[in-house]
Protein backbone atom coordinates (compact mmCIF):
# COMPACT_ATOMS: atom_id res chain seq x y z
CA UNK A 1 0.00 0.00 0.00
CA UNK A 2 1.67 3.03 -1.82
CA UNK A 3 -1.23 5.48 -0.45
CA UNK A 4 -2.47 8.55 -2.29
CA UNK A 5 -0.01 9.86 -4.71
CA UNK A 6 -1.17 13.63 -6.16
CA UNK A 7 1.20 15.59 -8.95
CA UNK A 8 2.30 18.15 -8.78
CA UNK A 9 2.57 19.10 -5.58
CA UNK A 10 2.98 22.60 -6.11
CA UNK A 11 1.47 25.05 -8.98
CA UNK A 12 2.11 28.24 -9.97
CA UNK A 13 0.52 29.43 -13.12
CA UNK A 14 -0.63 32.80 -14.56
CA UNK A 15 -4.09 34.48 -14.80
CA UNK A 16 -5.75 32.45 -17.79
CA UNK A 17 -3.53 29.59 -17.99
CA UNK A 18 -4.77 25.07 -18.56
CA UNK A 19 -3.49 23.59 -15.71
CA UNK A 20 -3.86 19.88 -15.12
CA UNK A 21 -3.14 17.82 -11.76
CA UNK A 22 -3.10 14.04 -11.52
CA UNK A 23 -3.72 11.64 -8.89
CA UNK A 24 -3.28 8.29 -8.67
CA UNK A 25 -5.54 6.44 -5.89
CA UNK A 26 -4.62 3.35 -3.89
CA UNK A 27 -4.49 0.29 -5.82
CA UNK A 28 -7.45 -1.57 -4.94
CA UNK A 29 -9.76 1.59 -4.29
CA UNK A 30 -12.41 1.61 -6.86
CA UNK A 31 -14.12 5.72 -5.29
CA UNK A 32 -11.85 8.33 -5.93
CA UNK A 33 -13.08 12.15 -4.71
CA UNK A 34 -11.82 15.19 -5.48
CA UNK A 35 -12.19 18.59 -2.78
CA UNK A 36 -10.47 22.22 -3.06
CA UNK A 37 -9.35 23.51 0.34
CA UNK A 38 -9.11 27.35 0.70
CA UNK A 39 -6.41 29.05 3.60
CA UNK A 40 -8.33 28.38 6.53
CA UNK A 41 -11.19 26.48 5.51
CA UNK A 42 -12.28 23.14 5.97
CA UNK A 43 -12.03 21.11 2.71
CA UNK A 44 -14.87 21.14 -0.01
CA UNK A 45 -16.22 18.12 -2.08
CA UNK A 46 -15.87 18.84 -5.96
CA UNK A 47 -16.28 15.47 -7.37
CA UNK A 48 -16.10 11.68 -7.19
CA UNK A 49 -16.27 8.56 -9.46
CA UNK A 50 -17.02 5.29 -9.01
CA UNK A 51 -14.42 3.24 -11.51
CA UNK A 52 -14.37 5.46 -14.60
CA UNK A 53 -18.10 6.96 -14.59
CA UNK A 54 -18.34 9.87 -12.26
CA UNK A 55 -21.13 9.67 -10.17
CA UNK A 56 -21.22 13.70 -8.58
CA UNK A 57 -20.62 17.18 -9.34
CA UNK A 58 -20.42 20.21 -6.70
CA UNK A 59 -22.22 23.04 -8.26
CA UNK A 60 -18.46 24.58 -7.05
CA UNK A 61 -17.29 22.82 -10.57
CA UNK A 62 -18.04 25.46 -12.65
CA UNK A 63 -17.64 24.39 -16.68
CA UNK A 64 -13.97 25.95 -16.60
CA UNK A 65 -13.04 22.79 -14.12
CA UNK A 66 -12.91 19.03 -15.70
CA UNK A 67 -11.89 15.64 -14.23
CA UNK A 68 -11.33 12.06 -15.97
CA UNK A 69 -10.38 8.96 -14.52
CA UNK A 70 -9.99 6.64 -17.64
CA UNK A 71 -9.95 3.09 -17.07
CA UNK A 72 -10.99 3.56 -13.40
CA UNK A 73 -7.38 3.78 -12.45
CA UNK A 74 -5.68 7.63 -11.78
CA UNK A 75 -7.62 10.71 -12.74
CA UNK A 76 -6.53 14.03 -13.85
CA UNK A 77 -8.26 17.19 -12.94
CA UNK A 78 -8.15 20.40 -15.47
CA UNK A 79 -8.83 23.57 -14.66
CA UNK A 80 -9.09 26.20 -18.10
CA UNK A 81 -8.29 29.84 -17.88
CA UNK A 82 -7.39 29.85 -14.15
CA UNK A 83 -8.42 32.55 -12.15
CA UNK A 84 -6.91 34.01 -9.20
CA UNK A 85 -10.12 32.66 -7.13
CA UNK A 86 -9.19 28.93 -7.99
CA UNK A 87 -6.15 29.54 -5.88
CA UNK A 88 -6.25 26.99 -3.58
CA UNK A 89 -5.24 23.07 -2.10
CA UNK A 90 -6.92 20.22 -4.49
CA UNK A 91 -6.72 17.13 -2.51
CA UNK A 92 -7.85 13.38 -3.57
CA UNK A 93 -8.87 10.63 -1.87
CA UNK A 94 -9.88 7.01 -2.62
CA UNK A 95 -11.70 4.54 -1.02
CA UNK A 96 -13.04 0.99 -1.42
CA UNK A 97 -16.52 -0.38 -0.80
CA UNK A 98 -15.55 -3.17 1.66
CA UNK A 99 -17.75 -2.14 4.52
CA UNK A 100 -20.74 0.52 4.28
CA UNK A 101 -18.22 3.10 5.62
CA UNK A 102 -16.50 4.17 2.81
CA UNK A 103 -13.62 5.94 4.94
CA UNK A 104 -11.56 7.86 2.57
CA UNK A 105 -8.20 8.12 2.18
CA UNK A 106 -6.33 11.66 1.21
CA UNK A 107 -3.08 12.21 -0.64
CA UNK A 108 -0.94 15.29 0.25
CA UNK A 109 -2.64 17.61 -2.33
CA UNK A 110 -1.62 19.88 -4.85
CA UNK A 111 -1.42 23.63 -4.58
CA UNK A 112 -1.96 25.94 -7.04
CA UNK A 113 -1.42 29.59 -6.98
CA UNK A 114 -2.86 31.83 -9.59
CA UNK A 115 -0.90 35.11 -10.61
CA UNK B 1 -28.37 18.80 3.66
CA UNK B 2 -25.30 18.15 6.45
CA UNK B 3 -23.17 20.30 7.91
CA UNK B 4 -20.36 20.61 10.32
CA UNK B 5 -19.47 23.46 13.11
CA UNK B 6 -16.43 23.40 14.93
CA UNK B 7 -16.40 25.62 17.98
CA UNK B 8 -13.28 27.46 18.23
CA UNK B 9 -10.71 28.29 15.18
CA UNK B 10 -7.83 28.39 17.43
CA UNK B 11 -7.03 26.16 20.65
CA UNK B 12 -4.06 26.62 23.06
CA UNK B 13 -2.86 24.00 25.45
CA UNK B 14 -0.12 23.57 27.19
CA UNK B 15 1.81 19.76 27.25
CA UNK B 16 0.29 17.29 29.13
CA UNK B 17 -2.71 19.00 29.47
CA UNK B 18 -6.26 17.63 28.12
CA UNK B 19 -7.18 18.40 24.39
CA UNK B 20 -10.89 19.20 23.51
CA UNK B 21 -11.71 20.01 20.45
CA UNK B 22 -15.60 20.24 19.69
CA UNK B 23 -17.95 19.36 16.91
CA UNK B 24 -21.12 19.67 16.55
CA UNK B 25 -22.99 18.63 12.84
CA UNK B 26 -26.46 18.68 11.05
CA UNK B 27 -27.59 15.82 9.61
CA UNK B 28 -31.28 14.22 8.49
CA UNK B 29 -30.26 10.81 8.05
CA UNK B 30 -28.13 8.78 10.41
CA UNK B 31 -24.53 9.83 10.21
CA UNK B 32 -21.11 8.80 9.77
CA UNK B 33 -18.85 10.79 11.71
CA UNK B 34 -14.90 11.82 11.24
CA UNK B 35 -12.20 13.66 12.52
CA UNK B 36 -8.62 14.21 10.57
CA UNK B 37 -5.36 15.55 11.48
CA UNK B 38 -3.60 17.85 8.50
CA UNK B 39 0.16 18.87 9.23
CA UNK B 40 1.27 22.07 7.42
CA UNK B 41 1.48 21.50 3.60
CA UNK B 42 0.03 17.94 3.81
CA UNK B 43 -2.98 15.95 3.05
CA UNK B 44 -5.53 15.03 5.42
CA UNK B 45 -4.91 11.59 7.81
CA UNK B 46 -7.48 9.81 9.50
CA UNK B 47 -7.67 9.66 13.54
CA UNK B 48 -10.42 8.15 14.26
CA UNK B 49 -14.49 7.18 12.80
CA UNK B 50 -17.75 6.96 13.71
CA UNK B 51 -20.06 3.86 11.90
CA UNK B 52 -23.51 3.64 14.09
CA UNK B 53 -21.33 0.78 16.69
CA UNK B 54 -19.95 1.95 19.85
CA UNK B 55 -20.73 5.57 20.54
CA UNK B 56 -16.96 6.01 22.18
CA UNK B 57 -14.40 5.45 19.69
CA UNK B 58 -10.53 5.46 20.22
CA UNK B 59 -8.39 6.24 17.88
CA UNK B 60 -4.46 7.01 16.92
CA UNK B 61 -2.40 9.29 18.66
CA UNK B 62 -4.36 8.29 22.11
CA UNK B 63 -6.99 10.47 20.64
CA UNK B 64 -11.00 9.38 21.18
CA UNK B 65 -13.99 10.47 20.59
CA UNK B 66 -17.90 10.09 21.59
CA UNK B 67 -20.98 10.50 19.96
CA UNK B 68 -24.29 11.87 21.31
CA UNK B 69 -27.07 11.91 19.31
CA UNK B 70 -29.10 13.85 21.90
CA UNK B 71 -26.67 16.82 21.50
CA UNK B 72 -25.45 16.19 18.14
CA UNK B 73 -21.90 15.90 18.84
CA UNK B 74 -18.80 14.48 18.23
CA UNK B 75 -15.90 16.17 20.65
CA UNK B 76 -12.56 15.18 20.05
CA UNK B 77 -10.28 14.42 23.28
CA UNK B 78 -6.81 13.31 24.43
CA UNK B 79 -5.56 13.22 27.79
CA UNK B 80 -2.22 14.72 27.51
CA UNK B 81 -1.41 16.79 24.87
CA UNK B 82 2.29 16.04 23.27
CA UNK B 83 4.07 18.66 21.38
CA UNK B 84 3.97 16.43 18.05
CA UNK B 85 -0.21 17.14 18.47
CA UNK B 86 0.16 20.83 17.13
CA UNK B 87 -1.70 20.89 13.59
CA UNK B 88 -5.05 21.36 12.37
CA UNK B 89 -7.93 19.18 12.90
CA UNK B 90 -11.29 18.32 11.19
CA UNK B 91 -14.68 16.94 12.06
CA UNK B 92 -16.29 15.08 8.93
CA UNK B 93 -19.69 13.82 8.08
CA UNK B 94 -20.94 11.97 5.91
CA UNK B 95 -24.22 9.98 4.91
CA UNK B 96 -24.26 6.38 5.83
CA UNK B 97 -27.47 5.68 3.92
CA UNK B 98 -25.82 6.20 0.46
CA UNK B 99 -25.29 3.51 -1.09
CA UNK B 100 -22.92 5.05 -3.93
CA UNK B 101 -20.52 7.55 -2.89
CA UNK B 102 -20.26 9.26 0.80
CA UNK B 103 -18.80 12.64 0.26
CA UNK B 104 -17.23 14.32 3.12
CA UNK B 105 -18.72 17.40 4.60
CA UNK B 106 -16.08 18.98 6.63
CA UNK B 107 -16.11 21.77 9.59
CA UNK B 108 -13.90 24.81 9.18
CA UNK B 109 -11.27 23.52 11.56
CA UNK B 110 -9.37 23.87 14.70
CA UNK B 111 -5.75 24.57 14.64
CA UNK B 112 -4.21 23.29 17.86
CA UNK B 113 -0.77 24.90 19.34
CA UNK B 114 0.83 23.51 21.72
CA UNK B 115 2.80 25.16 24.51
CA UNK B 116 5.79 23.47 26.26
Not at chain 1, 10 to 28: A, L, W, Y
Not at chain 1, 62 to 69: G, I, P, T, V
Not at chain 2, 32 to 41: A, E, G, I, R, T
Request: a positive charge.
Amino acid sequence: DTGVSQDPRHKITKRGQNVTFRCDPISEHNRLYWYRQTLGQGPEFLTYFQNEAQLEKSRLLSDRFSAERPKGSFSTLEIQRTEQGDSAMYLCASSFRRSSTDTQYFGPGTRLTVL
Amino acid sequence: AQSVTQLGSHVSVSEGALVLLRCNYSSSVPPYLFWYVQYPNQGLQLLLKYTSAATLVKGINGFEAEFKKSETSFHLTKPSAHMSDAAEYFCAVSDSLRAAGNKLTFGGGTRVLVKP
